[in-house]
């Protein structure tokens, strides 16, 4: 059997997205920036269709959305294209310390390049308070930037309260919502929030094309020059294809959010549960309910979360440690550093993400399969003696 649970990774392109692409993959090869013929127009009639697919999803408008080549590209553009904007403003931002590469590791040459930045600190959950964020803002501040729901523990940030306190205080406000697009309903309006993140990879979509929802009336300083492409924000021929797909993925996405994700948050439950009634010390990181319905991240005593992973391959289970950068590293994971796990701990620790195609087989399978998985690496751990 093999059993794919590494969906906060990437997921599985969807078959019938796959289908809405293959017209412009093949007959529909034209330049949308020109409209002079009939093969632009018809480039810019897909690209068109999918920015308000995109806009529809999120209660956006069309005008407000930047494609990219995917969720970094996205949170690139965002802090960077922002705080260049708006230099006069001040030179402050305020983010957290679990946040995703994209964020931090931009965020930490921004401060290397002479910018204020304050990573604020998270519970042992995971989650940063509104009241910490709140607290953090001064004179200075131009932007505030929390991550919706975490791509490793999968802990559920206050998004909107924040939001809140964002528009009230005058700051701006970005979401990387990558892992929440497909999982969580989102209402940029009503939740406040003035950038959004997102990549159409995470749900069932291409690789390699994402989108920035900018809300109207805010400057951003373009990171790619050239042409006038994205009205004039990101330039460079449009990947009309991976475009297509987005909008496609992502309206798909949105519409069965409600009837798919109770049932993934249920198989969730059934492999926690499974879990930790066969594993003698096992502990679930992040929060047990204000997590994503498809994420289940555990510390298993005693052993190494990289060893768990090669015998679970072995055996047909794709799993991770961590998030699938900090995997290539032996860094434990800074998400559950910061959350107050010791280093032993956080290095036993793996990621199980499921998705929508996830079946209850395939977790009796793997129910069935860790608790063996553990108990032969534990009798060859020195530190178990049992
Ligand atoms: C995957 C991911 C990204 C990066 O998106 P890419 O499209 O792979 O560049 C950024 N943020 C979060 C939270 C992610 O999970």
């Not at 969906?7 to 007959?27: F, G, I």
């Not at 799993?319 to 032996?330: N, Q, V």
């Not at 800074?334 to 701990?345: Q, S």
Request: proline share 4%; hydrophobic share 40%; net charge negative.
């Amino acid at each position: 059997m093999k059993v794919y649970l590494d969906n906060a990774a990437t997921t599985a392109l969807d078959s019938e997205v796959l289908e809405k692409m293959m017209p412009y993959l093949t007959e529909i090869y034209g330049n949308p920036s020109n409209q002079h013929h009939s093969f632009g127009r018809e480039a810019v009639k897909g690209v068109d269709t999918a920015r308000k697919q995109v806009a529809d999803a999120l209660n956006a408008s069309p005008d407000e959305i930047i494609f990219t080549a995917g969720g970094t590209e996205a949170d690139n553009l965002a802090i960077k294209g922002i705080l260049q904007k708006y230099k006069s403003k001040g030179n402050h931002i305020i983010t957290t310390a679990v946040e995703h590469h994209a964020i931090m590791h931009t965020c930490e040459q921004l401060e290397k390049d002479g910018y204020d930045v304050t990573f604020l600190p998270v519970d042992e959950f995971g989650a940063v308070s509104a009241e910490a964020v709140e607290n953090a803002i001064k004179d200075s501040t131009v932007l505030v930037s929390v991550m919706f729901a975490n791509n490793e523990v999968g802990t559920i940030m206050p998004i909107a309260e924040i939001g809140e306190i964002c528009r009230r205080r005058k700051v701006y406000f970005h979401t990387d919502a990558v892992q929440a697009i497909g999982h969580i309903a989102i209402d940029v309006k009503a939740m406040n929030i003035d950038m959004l993140s997102l990549s159409a990879h995470k749900f069932h979509g291409p690789k390699g094309v994402g989108a920035l929802y900018v809300r109207r009336g805010i400057g951003l300083m373009p990171q790619m020059t050239g042409g006038a492409q994205e009205r004039k924000r990101r330039a460079g021929t449009e990947n009309v294809p991976g475009i297509v797909g987005l909008g496609a993925a992502i309206e798909k996405a949105a519409e069965r959010i409600a009837v798919d994700m109770p049932k993934v948050a249920a198989l969730r439950d059934k492999l926690i549960e499974g879990i930790e009634s066969t594993i003698p010390e096992v502990k679930l990181n992040g929060h047990r309910q204000n997590r994503l319905p498809n994420n289940v991240n555990i510390s298993i005593k005693y052993i190494e979360g990289e060893s768990v992973l090669m015998m679970l391959d072995m055996l047909g289970i794709a799993a991770s440690s961590g998030s699938a950068c900090a995997s290539a590293s032996i860094d434990p994971s800074h998400v559950l550093l910061a959350m107050g796990i010791p280093h032993e701990t956080a290095h036993g620790s793996i990621r199980l993400t499921l998705s929508d195609k996830t079946t209850e087989e395939e977790i009796d399978y793997v129910i069935k399969t860790l608790p063996t998985v553990v108990e032969r690496l534990r009798k060859m751990s020195p530190l178990y003696n049992k």
